[in-house]
């Protein structure tokens, strides 16, 4: 099957940030997916250069608009290259092709009398390059989209008869539901088209900086308006209008844009490829906003997230993992360096990282590092059918672009790992002689790591090769059909030492960002306390969420706990939180319970407080407990969970 995916193409008035990346990160997902299991595909990506807006910028700059354009446009695409995005091509609208197939575009349109000249009045904003109605104006002749000022223009001007796709348009939203997604938007499509299309104006006369007018119509003022441009780019770059090479992968199978795009791409391109007799694409798929710690993100605010530097102290995978797991697709999603760290260290650091790591230190202990599938289907059958069973399930969510649902999902394979570890305690066994059984649950977990590996690897593909490289695998479609499709096991293979790939992150190692809105409020309420001579009393003693984030606290399972000797209070315990190796904790509660009252049984415990040693011992972490008049009772989750769960 061929798979064409698009990303918008970005502007080149500004530099790519954290909006421009979670397309990109989203369609570099889909893309690499559809390799993996087997489909001819195409990933076009790019950036739109054309307009008043960018020719102002480089005035702005002093600079020759192509030369300010050619900069701009190599940021997009260095990010994309450091960000290892896996692009099949990298389209600006400033490629000689581009401008071919927009003018063969246009002449074709003009041929079937869909493009006709008139008079343009208007108002315009430039910044949009869009003109707007009086009637959805703003205050002060405002710009509904963004808020600038419009100018009035007049001018001659081609347009394109979107009116009489009116009809055309509404048909096929109807006998194609799945065309706008997700399902939500596109009842607002719907409503937008309903209450009536005017015509377009498809060309300007007021700049220069755009492509020109085909020869044909000997119209040298005329330059075409961006967004007839910038959308032609998703079939110029597959050859229309030129050599047509690559227009078999064409319609494209997802076309990938933010919510406040989607009116270009869900009214006037299918209308634009109606005029042109081609198809259209399978979906249009609106994705949400995004803000930082709550704010809208804008220049003047500093506040905008840089993707290269989130992915400098975070790590660019870390990142792109966040931004799918996060936020469902379509809605809105925001970004703080607290749910970040949240989610490295419990997702990717205590779930995923730490199962790596138990495996290389058991295999390592009980046989010398390798690992041989051979007992797995003997002890650990109803495992493995688990895992399969939740593995069988995933591709749809990919399909539907529901990512968020497909990480949780595939999460399930790491915590049947985890549990089949802990319920199987191969150290146990290992003691007991049962030697062949604790290597089959090593065995067993290293397959279930192996399986989430080549499902994760399109979302964290430098991360899982890695792992699979340890794992003696190398992720491929070859290896997909394998251990996914006819749910094979791996060969005996040498397990490799890597270090662990996803330390904890115990604090925000980016700067926070400027709070503009929030400075100015606590300010003037401030003042009026002091006018009032109230003191600030009520803000005393009171701590934000993000000072109760700093305390980890996590669900622990009593493995073993001793009295202490010479001691009438303390009890010395081994605590699983999900950890490698369990930790060591001097509680003092030997007055309230019994040493062997506590095996097995699980706790509250505070874990990154700094270790300490009571009575010579190491303590390296607290449990947490509630005490009155009438004793002490300890915290315990309600139904027992997965040690290392975080608590709050
Ligand atoms: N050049 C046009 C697209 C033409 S496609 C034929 C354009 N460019 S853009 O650079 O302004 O925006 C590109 C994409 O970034 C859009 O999909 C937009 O939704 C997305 N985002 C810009 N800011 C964003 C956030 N704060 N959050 C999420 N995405 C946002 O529009």
């Known amino acids: 099957m061929k798979n064409y995916i698009t990303t918008p193409i970005y502007y080149v008035n500004g530099e790519a940030h954290i909006g421009h990346a979670y397309t990109t990160f989203i369609a570099d997902s889909l893309a690499r997916y559809s390799r993996l299991i087997g489909n001819e595909t195409y990933f076009l990506t790019g950036t739109d250069e054309h307009g008043q807006k960018i020719e102002e910028s480089a005035q702005k700059q002093n600079k020759p608009t192509q030369i300010f354009a050619d900069e701009i446009s190599a940021t997009f695409r260095n990010l994309w290259n450091e960000f290892d995005i896996s692009y099949d091509q990298f389209i600006r609208t400033t490629d000689e092709t581009h401008k071919t197939g927009v003018q063969a575009a246009f002449e074709k349109m003009y041929a079937k009398g869909d493009i006709y000249k008139d008079f343009y009045e208007g108002n315009y904003c430039v910044s949009c390059e869009t003109f707007f109605p009086e009637s959805q104006l703003m205050d002060g002749g405002c710009c509904p989209d963004c808020g600038r000022a419009t100018t009035i223009v007049k001018e001659e001007s081609y347009f394109f008869r979107l009116s009489k796709y009116e009809k055309p348009l509404l048909d096929y939203y109807e006998a194609h539901p799945e065309f706008i997604l997700p399902k939500s938007r596109r009842n607002e499509v719907i409503s937008f088209v309903r209450g009536g299309l005017n015509d377009l104006s498809v060309t300007r006369t007021s700049f220069s900086w755009g492509v020109h007018l085909p020869a044909s119509l000997n119209e040298p003022k005329h330059v075409m308006y961006v967004w007839l441009d910038a959308l032609m780019n998703y079939v110029t770059a597959l050859g229309y209008g030129t050599d047509e090479a690559n227009m078999d992968f064409w319609p494209a199978n997802v076309q990938l844009v933010g919510k406040d795009i989607l009116r270009f791409h869900a009214i006037y391109w299918p209308a634009f490829l109606m005029s042109l007799d081609l198809p259209l694409p399978k979906h249009i798929a609106a994705h949400g906003w995004w803000t930082r710690d709550g704010e809208k993100m804008s220049k003047s605010k500093g506040n905008v997230v840089d993707p290269r530097e989130v992915s400098q102290h975070y790590g660019a995978e870390n990142f792109r993992y966040f931004m799918m797991r996060e936020v469902p697709f379509g809605q809105d999603g925001d970004f703080s360096q607290r749910a970040l760290i949240d989610r490295m260290n419990s997702d990717l650091s205590n779930d995923l990282g730490n199962l790596l790591n138990r495996i290389i230190g058991m295999s390592e202990k009980y046989s010398n590092l390798l690992v041989d599938s051979a007992d797995v289907e003997k002890f650990h059958a109803k495992e493995l059918n688990d895992a399969h069973a939740v593995l069988a399930t995933l591709e749809p969510y990919f399909y539907e672009l529901q990512l968020h649902r497909y990480l949780e999902e595939l999460w399930k394979v790491f915590s ?215 004793g002490l009772s300890l915290i315990r989750p309600e139904k027992p969970r997965l040690s290392g769960s975080s608590v709050g």
């Open 416 to 630: 049947i790992g985890n549990k089949a570890i802990e319920e199987h305690a191969p150290w146990v066994k290992i003691k007991e002689g049962r030697t062949d059984e604790a290597l089959a649950t090593v065995a067993l977990v290293a397959n279930l790591l192996a399986k989430a590996s080549v499902m994760l690897h399109a979302i964290m593909p430098k991360t899982t090769a890695t792992i699979a490289d340890a794992l003696g695998f190398e992720i491929t479609t070859e290896s997909y059909n394998d251990l996914i499709i006819h749910k094979g096991l791996l060969k005996p293979f040498t397990i490799k030492k890597v270090p662990p790939l996803f330390p904890r992150v115990e604090e925000p190692l980016m700067q926070e960002a400027p709070k503009a809105m929030s400075e100015e409020a606590p300010k003037v309420e401030l003042k009026q306390m002091d006018d009032k001579k109230v003191s600030t009393v009520a803000e005393e003693g009171v701590i934000t969420i993000d000072q109760f984030f700093q305390t980890s606290i996590k669900i622990g399972t009593v493995l073993n706990a001793q009295e202490v000797p010479k001691s009438s209070k303390l009890l010395k315990l081994h605590v699983d939180l999900g950890e490698e190796t369990p930790r060591q904790i001097i509680a003092g509660i030997r007055e309230y319970y019994s040493a062997e009252s506590l095996i097995g049984t699980q706790v509250c415990v505070v874990a990154n407080l700094k270790p300490a040693k009571l009575m010579g011992m190491l303590s390296e972490g607290m449990v947490l407990a509630a005490k009155d008049s009438e």
